[in-house]
């Protein structure tokens, strides 16, 4: 268990553990202390405010965690490159990656207690996946020279790929009664009135592309061998719905951020973490916007926080 109270309290809390009251520690649980800056005296792309050409990664920016660290290693490390070269930083948006909105967090709400890089904290979750890494960052990570040019050649060419079977998929549309007729195991019902394409067909369960073969163009054949790329088209297409409700939640918020929030608010109706609810409690905001500028407030608790206030008339 990792714990960081003197080692008589670390005995003393394992022994009230049904089953543990006669178990003896033979290694405590241990911390390490260390200082950090105020990660807010940091621009974007990790140079200090103060100190000019001095950039900083890692815990000494209130952090832990190896990923952490390495990711804004790798920035800190592209930015002083360019600052030598006179070039322009090199930023990275919360909409494009995780180090994005771990230095944005950073940068902008600081943190009091050592920051970790939770999924939670990223508004677009549903879109920083790990398939679909290269083609949000290849271009970006070009530009800057950290890719050779074999590898970023090797990108284009599956991206062009890519591109053409998406497009290709989308277009063919029909009926699902003549989808059924054509393919008599697809699973969804025949007297669906609603024509839909390849794509949307390949977001239900069960549902590959090898199911198209006798379908397919020729030319497109090759989509029902190609294994990887068959698998991105189709994690693409289950993501689809849930990607559009989620930008369409951030967008709400955006709209929303004046709502005003009653000083006797009672978070505790809302279903929200515990930690989101505590600090709620405590700054007390005025509106869904300064709500959502509380360091550790997720974007989900902003979001469930709008549902509730929305839902009861709580518009001031």
């Known amino acids: 268990m990792s714990c960081t109270l003197p080692g008589d309290y670390q005995q003393k809390m394992f022994n009230k553990i049904e089953g543990l ?10 911390g390490v202390e260390y200082d950090y800056i105020d ?20 815990q000494i920016n209130g952090t832990t965690g190896y990923e952490e660290a390495a990711s804004q290693g790798l920035i800190a490390g592209i930015n002083s490159v360019r600052k030598i070269k006179k070039q322009e930083p090199f930023i990275v948006s919360r909409t494009e990656a995780y180090i994005g909105v771990l230095i944005d967090d950073l940068t902008t ?3 009091s207690e050592p920051y970790r890089m939770f999924t939670g904290r990223a508004e677009y979750r549903l879109s920083l996946r790990s398939d679909n890494a290269d083609i949000r960052l290849t271009e970006k990570g070009h530009q800057v020279g950290v890719l050779t040019d074999y590898r970023y050649e090797k990108f284009k060419n599956f991206k062009s790929v890519y591109d053409d079977a998406m497009n290709y998929l989308g277009s063919i549309t029909h009926s699902v009664a003549y989808w059924k007729s054509k393919i008599p195991s697809l699973p969804c019902e025949a007297d669906n009135p609603y024509n839909t394409n390849i794509l949307d067909l ?12 006798n379908i397919l163009s020729p030319k497109y054949k090759f989509l029902t061998q190609d294994e990887k790329l068959a698998e991105r088209i189709k994690i693409h297409c289950v993501y689809s719905v849930g990607v559009r409700k989620q930008n369409e939640e951030m967008d709400d918020i955006r709209k929303n951020e004046s709502i005003q929030l009653p000083v006797d608010f009672d978070y505790g109706k809302i279903n929200i973490s515990f930690e989101a609810r505590e600090k709620l409690f405590a ?3 005025s509106s869904l916007g300064a709500a959502s500028r509380i360091p550790g407030i997720t974007p989900t608790a902003i979001f469930q926080i709008l ?7 709580l518009r001031m």
């Open 21 to 30: 009251e006669n178990a003896k520690l033979i290694q405590y649980g241990y």
């Open 202 to 213: 390949l977001r239900i369960t069960g549902v590959s592309l090898k199911m198209f073969d």
């Open 283 to 285: 700054h007390k905001p």
């Open 109 to 111: 709400q600081g943190t």
């Open 307 to 313: 549902k509730y206030v929305k839902k009861n008339s």
């Open 39 to 58: 990660p807010r005296e940091l621009k974007p792309s990790l140079e200090t405010k103060r100190i000019d050409n001095l950039f900083l990664a890692g």
